[in-house]
């Protein structure tokens, strides 16, 4: 079975940092390009940052103006984990965090594979 699992949610003041995983199975991880959408309360999913596979794009990395010089995505192909690193958050950031195998999409029903979020809360 295809298995997408994001952690590393939570609360956290404005200003702070907060690591998101995101550990795939049952799919050549390697060989997909990976999305990080997110879906924050009332508002339509949005993708926020892409990496690459390396037989695609060598791990290019492309992320959404609001979360720029911000966010940082990255992956480990051996450990089939996808990772996002998120600073200097804002209220804004809050939201429902989704990993997605694919790219390009912002509907949460537009990838071939997507996991189960996790809730991030950027409150004081």
Not at 71 to 98: C, W
């Amino acid at each position: 079975d295809v298995q997408l699992q994001a952690s590393g949610g939570g609360v956290v003041q404005p200003g702070g940092s907060m690591k998101l995983s995101c550990t795939a199975s049952g799919f050549n991880f390697r060989n997909y390009d990976m999305t990080w959408l997110r879906q924050a309360p009332g508002k339509r999913s949005e993708w926020i940052s892409i990496i690459n596979s390396y037989p695609t794009g060598r791990h290019a990395t492309y992320y959404k103006d609001s979360v720029k010089g911000r966010f940082t995505i990255s992956r480990d192909d051996a450990k089939n984990t996808l990772y996002l690193q998120m600073d200097r958050l804002e209220p804004d950031d809050t939201a429902v965090y989704y990993c997605a195998a694919g790219i390009g999409s912002d509907s949460l029903d537009g990838y071939d594979y997507r996991g189960r979020g996790t809730l991030v809360t950027v409150s004081s």
